[in-house]
Protein backbone atom coordinates (compact mmCIF):
# COMPACT_ATOMS: atom_id res chain seq x y z
CA UNK A 1 0.00 0.00 0.00
CA UNK A 2 1.32 3.39 -1.06
CA UNK A 3 0.65 4.99 2.24
CA UNK A 4 2.52 2.95 3.80
CA UNK A 5 5.69 4.14 2.13
CA UNK A 6 4.96 7.37 3.51
CA UNK A 7 7.50 8.95 5.90
CA UNK A 8 6.28 9.64 9.22
CA UNK A 9 6.47 13.27 9.98
CA UNK A 10 7.23 12.44 13.50
CA UNK A 11 10.19 10.35 12.75
CA UNK A 12 12.06 12.98 10.69
CA UNK A 13 14.96 14.47 12.15
CA UNK A 14 15.20 18.52 11.32
CA UNK A 15 17.68 17.90 8.23
CA UNK A 16 15.87 14.93 7.02
CA UNK A 17 12.43 17.27 6.85
CA UNK A 18 14.47 19.89 5.55
CA UNK A 19 15.27 18.20 2.53
CA UNK A 20 12.51 16.32 1.84
CA UNK A 21 11.00 19.57 1.87
CA UNK A 22 13.14 21.47 0.18
CA UNK A 23 12.78 18.63 -2.81
CA UNK A 24 9.24 19.35 -2.91
CA UNK A 25 9.40 23.06 -3.90
CA UNK A 26 8.83 24.15 -0.39
CA UNK A 27 11.52 26.95 1.50
CA UNK A 28 13.72 25.48 4.02
CA UNK A 29 12.25 27.88 6.69
CA UNK A 30 9.57 25.84 6.61
CA UNK A 31 11.11 22.99 7.85
CA UNK A 32 12.08 24.36 11.79
CA UNK A 33 8.49 25.98 11.75
CA UNK A 34 6.96 22.59 11.08
CA UNK A 35 9.34 20.19 13.70
CA UNK A 36 8.68 23.02 16.28
CA UNK A 37 4.68 22.88 15.90
CA UNK A 38 4.72 19.06 15.56
CA UNK A 39 6.53 18.53 18.70
CA UNK A 40 4.53 21.06 20.24
CA UNK A 41 1.52 18.74 19.68
CA UNK A 42 -0.22 20.35 16.68
CA UNK A 43 -0.99 18.45 13.63
CA UNK A 44 -0.31 19.95 10.21
CA UNK A 45 -4.39 20.43 10.15
CA UNK A 46 -4.27 22.67 13.52
CA UNK A 47 -0.92 24.75 12.20
CA UNK A 48 -2.30 28.36 11.38
CA UNK A 49 1.19 29.75 9.79
CA UNK A 50 1.06 27.17 7.06
CA UNK A 51 -0.93 27.50 4.07
CA UNK A 52 -3.76 24.81 2.10
CA UNK A 53 -1.64 24.19 -0.35
CA UNK A 54 1.32 23.27 1.83
CA UNK A 55 -1.45 20.90 4.35
CA UNK A 56 -1.97 19.25 0.91
CA UNK A 57 1.59 18.52 0.45
CA UNK A 58 1.99 17.20 3.45
CA UNK A 59 -0.72 15.22 3.18
CA UNK A 60 -0.06 14.05 -0.02
CA UNK A 61 3.76 13.12 0.83
CA UNK A 62 3.87 12.14 4.17
CA UNK A 63 1.76 10.36 7.35
CA UNK A 64 0.81 11.87 10.29
CA UNK A 65 -0.10 9.93 13.53
CA UNK A 66 -0.09 11.30 17.22
CA UNK A 67 -1.16 8.10 19.60
CA UNK A 68 -4.83 8.47 20.63
CA UNK A 69 -5.86 8.03 23.83
CA UNK A 70 -7.54 4.71 24.02
CA UNK A 71 -7.76 4.55 28.34
CA UNK A 72 -6.83 7.46 30.60
CA UNK A 73 -6.21 6.54 34.42
CA UNK A 74 -5.46 9.25 36.66
CA UNK A 75 -4.33 8.10 40.65
CA UNK A 76 -6.36 10.00 43.23
CA UNK A 77 -3.06 9.55 45.17
CA UNK A 78 -0.28 10.89 43.78
CA UNK A 79 -1.77 12.22 40.78
CA UNK A 80 0.07 9.39 38.25
CA UNK A 81 -1.42 9.47 34.66
CA UNK A 82 -1.71 6.24 33.02
CA UNK A 83 -2.16 6.18 29.20
CA UNK A 84 -3.23 3.46 27.20
CA UNK A 85 -2.61 4.89 23.29
CA UNK A 86 -3.55 3.90 20.25
CA UNK A 87 -0.94 3.61 17.55
CA UNK A 88 -1.90 3.81 13.46
CA UNK A 89 -2.14 0.67 12.98
CA UNK A 90 -4.42 0.34 16.17
CA UNK A 91 -1.70 -1.65 18.51
CA UNK A 92 -1.82 -0.27 21.82
CA UNK A 93 0.93 0.77 24.14
CA UNK A 94 1.25 1.88 27.68
CA UNK A 95 2.94 5.08 29.31
CA UNK A 96 3.17 6.77 32.74
CA UNK A 97 3.31 10.21 33.16
CA UNK A 98 4.78 10.51 37.00
CA UNK A 99 4.53 14.29 38.74
CA UNK A 100 7.57 14.80 41.26
CA UNK A 101 8.50 17.59 42.59
CA UNK A 102 11.28 18.52 40.56
CA UNK A 103 8.82 18.42 37.58
CA UNK A 104 7.48 15.83 35.21
CA UNK A 105 8.91 12.72 34.32
CA UNK A 106 7.16 10.40 31.75
CA UNK A 107 7.65 6.36 31.37
CA UNK A 108 6.97 5.49 27.72
CA UNK A 109 7.01 2.12 25.91
CA UNK A 110 9.26 0.69 23.23
CA UNK A 111 7.52 -1.86 21.62
CA UNK A 112 4.31 -3.07 21.23
CA UNK A 113 4.93 -6.17 23.78
CA UNK A 114 8.45 -7.88 24.71
CA UNK A 115 10.45 -11.28 23.55
CA UNK A 116 12.34 -11.30 26.58
CA UNK A 117 10.45 -13.10 27.91
CA UNK A 118 11.33 -12.42 31.95
CA UNK A 119 9.28 -14.63 34.00
CA UNK A 120 7.40 -11.78 36.53
CA UNK A 121 7.06 -9.56 33.87
CA UNK A 122 3.36 -8.54 32.19
CA UNK A 123 4.64 -7.06 28.80
CA UNK A 124 5.94 -10.14 27.50
CA UNK A 125 3.46 -12.74 27.97
CA UNK A 126 2.10 -12.18 24.38
CA UNK A 127 5.34 -11.91 22.94
CA UNK A 128 6.59 -8.80 20.68
CA UNK A 129 4.27 -7.82 18.08
CA UNK A 130 6.43 -5.29 16.65
CA UNK A 131 8.75 -2.41 17.28
CA UNK A 132 7.88 1.73 17.61
CA UNK A 133 8.82 3.82 14.99
CA UNK A 134 11.03 6.60 16.67
CA UNK A 135 8.19 8.75 16.01
CA UNK A 136 5.77 6.57 18.30
CA UNK A 137 8.71 6.91 20.89
CA UNK A 138 8.40 10.50 20.74
CA UNK A 139 4.23 10.65 19.93
CA UNK A 140 4.32 9.02 23.82
CA UNK A 141 5.88 12.27 24.74
CA UNK A 142 3.63 14.59 22.79
CA UNK A 143 0.60 13.18 23.61
CA UNK A 144 1.04 13.15 26.87
CA UNK A 145 2.66 16.78 27.01
CA UNK A 146 -0.51 17.73 24.97
CA UNK A 147 -2.92 16.36 26.98
CA UNK A 148 -1.41 17.10 30.41
CA UNK A 149 -1.17 20.90 29.40
CA UNK A 150 2.41 20.35 31.31
CA UNK A 151 6.09 20.24 30.43
CA UNK A 152 7.28 17.15 30.60
CA UNK A 153 11.20 17.28 31.77
CA UNK A 154 12.28 13.53 32.32
CA UNK A 155 11.94 10.44 30.06
CA UNK A 156 12.23 6.76 31.74
CA UNK A 157 12.49 4.09 29.18
CA UNK A 158 11.01 1.60 31.02
CA UNK A 159 7.55 0.85 29.68
CA UNK A 160 6.77 -1.83 27.22
CA UNK A 161 9.32 -3.69 25.46
CA UNK A 162 13.10 -3.94 25.61
CA UNK A 163 14.55 -0.79 24.31
CA UNK A 164 18.05 -1.93 23.31
CA UNK A 165 15.96 -4.55 21.04
CA UNK A 166 14.42 -1.71 19.30
CA UNK A 167 18.10 0.00 19.08
CA UNK A 168 18.04 2.40 16.00
CA UNK A 169 15.04 3.48 16.57
CA UNK A 170 15.36 4.29 19.88
CA UNK A 171 18.64 5.91 19.06
CA UNK A 172 16.71 8.10 16.81
CA UNK A 173 14.52 9.15 19.05
CA UNK A 174 17.05 9.89 21.83
CA UNK A 175 18.00 12.64 19.26
CA UNK A 176 14.76 13.81 18.39
CA UNK A 177 13.88 14.27 21.75
CA UNK A 178 17.31 16.67 22.43
CA UNK A 179 16.43 18.82 19.55
CA UNK A 180 16.69 22.68 20.45
CA UNK A 181 13.98 23.25 18.06
CA UNK A 182 11.89 20.62 19.81
CA UNK A 183 10.85 19.46 22.91
CA UNK A 184 14.99 19.47 24.13
CA UNK A 185 15.29 17.19 26.95
CA UNK A 186 18.46 16.95 27.78
CA UNK A 187 20.90 13.80 27.97
CA UNK A 188 20.95 13.75 31.88
CA UNK A 189 17.33 13.62 31.77
CA UNK A 190 16.83 10.66 30.16
CA UNK A 191 17.05 7.04 31.53
CA UNK A 192 17.18 4.08 29.88
CA UNK A 193 16.31 0.74 31.26
CA UNK A 194 17.49 -2.43 29.96
CA UNK A 195 17.47 -6.37 30.58
CA UNK A 196 20.89 -6.51 29.84
CA UNK A 197 21.55 -6.65 25.87
CA UNK A 198 25.28 -6.79 26.74
CA UNK A 199 26.32 -6.13 22.99
CA UNK A 200 23.91 -3.13 23.01
CA UNK A 201 25.21 -1.98 26.03
CA UNK A 202 28.92 -1.61 24.27
CA UNK A 203 27.37 -0.02 21.09
CA UNK A 204 25.59 2.60 23.74
CA UNK A 205 28.80 3.38 25.17
CA UNK A 206 30.60 4.21 21.71
CA UNK A 207 27.46 7.13 21.16
CA UNK A 208 28.72 8.49 24.37
CA UNK A 209 25.65 10.19 25.14
CA UNK A 210 25.33 11.41 28.63
CA UNK A 211 21.93 9.03 29.48
CA UNK A 212 21.01 7.26 32.68
CA UNK A 213 21.33 3.57 31.95
CA UNK A 214 19.26 1.40 34.06
CA UNK A 215 19.96 -2.42 34.28
CA UNK A 216 16.96 -4.70 35.46
CA UNK A 217 19.49 -7.13 37.43
CA UNK A 218 17.03 -9.37 39.67
CA UNK A 219 19.02 -11.74 41.09
CA UNK A 220 23.14 -11.90 42.03
CA UNK A 221 24.05 -15.21 40.37
CA UNK A 222 23.80 -17.14 37.00
CA UNK A 223 21.77 -20.23 38.69
CA UNK A 224 18.77 -17.60 39.77
CA UNK A 225 18.93 -15.19 36.84
CA UNK A 226 18.50 -17.84 34.34
CA UNK A 227 15.35 -19.09 36.07
CA UNK A 228 13.88 -15.52 35.85
CA UNK A 229 14.96 -14.15 32.86
CA UNK A 230 15.76 -16.36 30.03
CA UNK A 231 18.54 -13.50 28.42
CA UNK A 232 20.79 -14.45 30.95
CA UNK A 233 21.51 -17.97 29.11
CA UNK A 234 22.92 -15.16 26.04
CA UNK A 235 24.75 -12.44 29.04
CA UNK A 236 25.51 -14.37 32.29
CA UNK A 237 25.91 -11.68 34.91
CA UNK A 238 29.66 -11.80 35.27
CA UNK A 239 29.85 -10.45 31.49
CA UNK A 240 26.66 -7.69 32.21
CA UNK A 241 28.68 -6.04 35.35
CA UNK A 242 31.71 -6.36 33.16
CA UNK A 243 29.84 -3.94 30.44
CA UNK A 244 28.13 -1.64 33.01
CA UNK A 245 31.78 -1.22 34.75
CA UNK A 246 33.49 -0.30 31.20
CA UNK A 247 30.29 1.67 30.63
CA UNK A 248 30.42 3.76 33.63
CA UNK A 249 34.45 3.96 32.89
CA UNK A 250 33.67 5.29 29.61
CA UNK A 251 31.16 7.65 29.98
CA UNK A 252 31.33 8.63 33.85
CA UNK A 253 28.05 7.92 34.38
CA UNK A 254 26.75 6.15 37.13
CA UNK A 255 24.25 3.24 36.60
CA UNK A 256 21.58 2.39 38.56
CA UNK A 257 19.84 -1.50 39.32
CA UNK A 258 16.63 -2.69 39.45
CA UNK A 259 15.92 -5.74 41.82
CA UNK A 260 12.47 -6.90 42.11
CA UNK A 261 11.72 -8.73 45.38
CA UNK A 262 10.07 -11.76 44.67
CA UNK A 263 9.09 -14.30 47.90
CA UNK A 264 11.57 -16.98 48.56
CA UNK A 265 12.90 -16.62 44.95
CA UNK A 266 15.47 -13.76 45.43
CA UNK A 267 14.85 -11.85 48.21
CA UNK A 268 17.04 -13.70 51.12
CA UNK A 269 19.87 -12.11 53.55
CA UNK A 270 21.72 -14.42 51.24
CA UNK A 271 21.85 -13.66 48.34
CA UNK A 272 21.53 -9.94 49.45
CA UNK A 273 25.20 -10.75 50.78
CA UNK A 274 25.25 -12.27 46.98
CA UNK A 275 24.48 -9.25 45.05
CA UNK A 276 26.72 -6.54 47.48
CA UNK A 277 29.76 -9.32 46.95
CA UNK A 278 29.21 -9.30 43.16
CA UNK A 279 28.64 -5.88 42.44
CA UNK A 280 31.76 -4.36 44.74
CA UNK A 281 33.77 -7.18 43.06
CA UNK A 282 33.06 -5.98 39.52
CA UNK A 283 32.50 -2.30 39.50
CA UNK A 284 34.43 -1.81 42.20
CA UNK A 285 38.23 -1.72 42.90
CA UNK A 286 41.01 -0.16 45.26
CA UNK A 287 41.01 2.74 43.18
CA UNK A 288 37.87 3.04 41.73
CA UNK A 289 34.47 3.78 44.13
CA UNK A 290 31.55 3.89 41.46
CA UNK A 291 28.96 4.61 43.33
CA UNK A 292 26.22 2.22 43.20
CA UNK A 293 22.47 2.43 43.35
CA UNK A 294 20.39 -0.91 43.84
CA UNK A 295 16.27 0.35 43.41
CA UNK A 296 14.82 -2.82 45.68
CA UNK A 297 10.84 -3.12 44.03
CA UNK A 298 8.77 -5.88 45.80
CA UNK A 299 7.50 -7.63 42.89
CA UNK A 300 4.00 -6.69 41.29
CA UNK A 301 1.89 -9.95 41.16
CA UNK A 302 1.10 -10.81 37.48
CA UNK A 303 -1.25 -14.02 37.95
CA UNK A 304 0.27 -15.81 35.40
CA UNK A 305 3.77 -16.02 36.98
CA UNK A 306 2.76 -17.27 40.27
CA UNK A 307 5.39 -15.13 42.20
CA UNK A 308 4.52 -13.20 45.13
CA UNK A 309 5.57 -9.93 46.30
CA UNK A 310 8.88 -10.26 49.46
CA UNK A 311 6.82 -9.22 52.72
CA UNK A 312 8.34 -5.85 54.18
CA UNK A 313 10.43 -7.56 56.64
CA UNK A 314 12.28 -9.52 53.88
CA UNK A 315 12.57 -6.07 51.83
CA UNK A 316 13.98 -3.84 54.80
CA UNK A 317 16.54 -6.87 55.76
CA UNK A 318 18.11 -7.26 51.87
CA UNK A 319 18.02 -3.10 51.96
CA UNK A 320 19.94 -3.06 55.61
CA UNK A 321 22.39 -6.04 54.05
CA UNK A 322 23.12 -3.69 50.86
CA UNK A 323 23.83 -0.72 52.88
CA UNK A 324 25.97 -2.71 55.32
CA UNK A 325 28.32 -3.38 52.66
CA UNK A 326 28.45 0.01 50.87
CA UNK A 327 25.96 -0.02 48.24
CA UNK A 328 22.78 2.85 48.40
CA UNK A 329 19.71 0.70 48.26
CA UNK A 330 16.27 2.76 48.06
CA UNK A 331 12.51 0.59 48.19
CA UNK A 332 10.96 1.90 45.36
CA UNK A 333 8.03 4.13 46.33
CA UNK A 334 4.96 2.98 44.63
CA UNK A 335 3.71 5.64 41.83
CA UNK A 336 -0.32 5.59 41.40
CA UNK A 337 -0.56 1.89 43.25
CA UNK A 338 -4.62 2.29 42.79
CA UNK A 339 -4.23 2.65 39.00
CA UNK A 340 -2.37 -0.47 37.91
CA UNK A 341 0.49 1.68 36.96
CA UNK A 342 3.18 -1.01 36.53
CA UNK A 343 4.04 -1.54 32.57
CA UNK A 344 2.25 -3.84 30.40
CA UNK A 345 -0.44 -4.83 33.19
CA UNK A 346 -3.12 -2.25 31.69
CA UNK A 347 -2.61 -2.95 27.86
CA UNK A 348 -2.83 -6.73 28.81
CA UNK A 349 -6.39 -6.69 30.70
CA UNK A 350 -7.62 -4.05 27.87
CA UNK A 351 -6.50 -6.86 25.37
CA UNK A 352 -8.51 -9.80 27.64
CA UNK A 353 -11.48 -7.47 27.54
CA UNK A 354 -11.55 -7.06 23.67
CA UNK A 355 -11.39 -10.83 23.22
CA UNK A 356 -13.69 -11.72 25.59
N1 LIG B 1 12.95 -4.24 29.07
C1 LIG B 1 13.46 -3.23 29.94
C2 LIG B 1 12.47 -2.14 30.30
C3 LIG B 1 11.06 -2.53 30.58
S1 LIG B 1 10.65 -3.27 32.09
C4 LIG B 1 14.06 -3.84 31.17
O1 LIG B 1 14.01 -5.05 31.32
O2 LIG B 1 14.65 -3.12 31.96
C5 LIG B 1 10.83 -2.03 33.29
C6 LIG B 1 11.21 -2.57 34.66
O3 LIG B 1 10.09 -3.19 35.31
C7 LIG B 1 12.31 -3.61 34.62
O4 LIG B 1 13.21 -3.42 35.66
C8 LIG B 1 11.51 -4.89 34.81
O5 LIG B 1 12.33 -5.94 35.20
C9 LIG B 1 10.49 -4.45 35.82
N2 LIG B 1 9.33 -5.29 35.93
C10 LIG B 1 8.68 -5.97 34.98
N3 LIG B 1 7.64 -6.65 35.48
C11 LIG B 1 7.62 -6.39 36.79
C12 LIG B 1 6.78 -6.81 37.88
N4 LIG B 1 5.76 -7.66 37.68
N5 LIG B 1 7.07 -6.35 39.11
C13 LIG B 1 8.10 -5.50 39.31
N6 LIG B 1 8.92 -5.07 38.34
C14 LIG B 1 8.68 -5.53 37.10
Same mark, same amino acid.
Given at each position: ??? *? %??? #??? &??????????? /?????????????????????????????????????? %?????????????????????????????? @???? *????????????? $??????? $??? +?????????????????????? @??????????????? +?????????????????????????????? $???????????? +??????????????????????????????? #?????????? /?? #????????????????????????????????????????????????????????????????????????????????????? &???????????????????? +???? %?????????
Amino acid at each position: MET *E %KKP #ELL &SLTPDELRASL /VSLGEPAYRATQLFTQLHRGLSPDEMTNIGKATKELLQ %KNFSYHLPGIERKLVSKLDGTVKYLFSLAD @GACV *ESVVMKYEHGNTI $CISSQVG $CRM +GCKFCASTIGGKIRDLTAGELL @GQVIAAARDTGERIG +GIVLMGIGEPLDNYDNVLKFLHLVNEPDGI $CIGYRHISLSTC +GLVDKIKKLQAEDLPITLSISLHAPDDETRN #EIMPINRRYG /VS #ELLDACRDYFRATGRRISFEYTLIAGKNDSVSQAEKLASVLNSHLRSKTETMPIHVNLIPVNEVKESGFTSADRKSVAAFAKTLE &SRGIRATVRRKLGADINASC +GQLR %KSVLEEKKA
